[in-house]
């Protein structure tokens, strides 16, 4: 296919960052790829990789680049941009991965060349491994890409706009348009908590497990097991994320601790009707997102063991 960017700069080689380089490259979406990670072991090991041109300046990665990938954690979003600005050509498209919108276009916005088009996007994909050696091509294939452009910004930006959502298309994925506030509360619902919840429960087992000499671990069902690999993930990207939508979260944890607390009542009172219905409407809720292609129905979830 024709290259939808000639030249893309990636800030951050992490799983997301790499990946973006490989399907860029395995694509034909980009025409060449350069990439800056504040860490130089990371760089170093980039280099080893040939995942694309490595540059030691965040801004000598984006010089004369079409588009320039914001691909670290959400608290370091602006010094990732301000160390960026510098080599911005003028009509650059500037985009992000973080999982939170309003605090990052805040983060983003003050060091943003006026003749940049800053446009915030969130892929919906990802494992619980991290670093660029975690990094595959097909990550996001079939996976959905949230754009949340900015309002009332002129015909540009829209084209801009419409341009980055064919590259996204281009690495596989399906992309969706909604406004900053709207994705942060979807996402507190449909990542954020059960990330929180998952951390949670696996930090108890652990102090469990100082009594139950290992037995938490041994004895491991699927269950835990899925709450484990949710908790695995990279604890800078997640702080981040949890101190930046606070709002949003902790609405929908207030909401998760009234129903919780319904449901401690109906597990006291022997209330197995309720138990049963609210059980059965999760089930369906599991159907559905097989349904949507989102996950596969696979025995074990897929799991080889």
Not at 56 to 67: C, G, I, K, V, Y
Not at 151 to 178: I, K, P, T
Not at 279 to 285: E, K, P, Q, S, V
Request: proline share 4%; net charge negative; glycine share 8%.
């Amino acid at each position: 296919m024709a290259a939808v960017f000639e030249r893309i700069a990636i800030i951050g080689a992490g799983l997301i960052g790499a990946s973006i380089a490989l399907a860029a490259r395995e694509s034909g979406a980009a025409g060449s790829v350069s990439i800056f990670d504040a860490d130089p072991d990371v760089r170093r090991r980039v280099r080893e990789m040939d995942l694309g041109g490595v540059r030691d300046a965040a801004a000598d990665a984006a010089r004369e680049a079409d588009l320039v990938v914001l691909a670290v954690p959400v608290g370091a979003m602006a010094a990732a941009m301000a160390a960026a600005a510098p080599g911005l050509k003028a009509g650059a498209i500037v985009t992000d991965v973080g999982s939170v919108k309003r605090a990052v276009i805040d983060a983003v916005r003050p060091s943003l060349p006026l003749d940049a088009f800053f446009i915030p996007g969130h892929p919906i994909a990802g494992t619980e491994r991290s670093g660029p050696e975690a990094g595959f091509a097909t990550l996001f294939q079939n996976r959905w890409h949230i754009l949340t452009p900015l309002s009332d910004q002129g015909d540009a930006y829209a084209a801009a706009a419409d341009r980055l959502a064919q590259f996204w298309r281009a690495l596989g994925a399906n992309v969706e348009r909604m406004d900053a506030e709207r994705h942060d509360v979807v996402l507190a619902v449909t990542s954020h908590l059960p990330h929180l919840i998952a951390f949670n429960i696996v930090a108890m087992a652990e102090d469990l497990e100082s009594v139950t000499e290992s037995e938490v671990v041994k004895y491991s069902a699927s269950g835990f097991r899925d709450f484990t690999r949710i908790a695995a993930s990279d604890p800078t990207m997640w702080r981040d994320v949890f101190l930046n939508n606070r709002d949003a979260v902790l609405e929908v944890l207030g909401r998760f601790s009234e129903d919780l607390a319904a449901l401690q009542r109906a597990i006291r009172w022997g209330e197995g009707e309720a138990l049963y219905a609210l059980f059965d409407r999760a089930r369906r809720m599991r159907r559905e997102v097989i349904e949507a292609g989102q996950d596969t129905d696979a025995p074990n979830f897929g799991r080889d063991s």
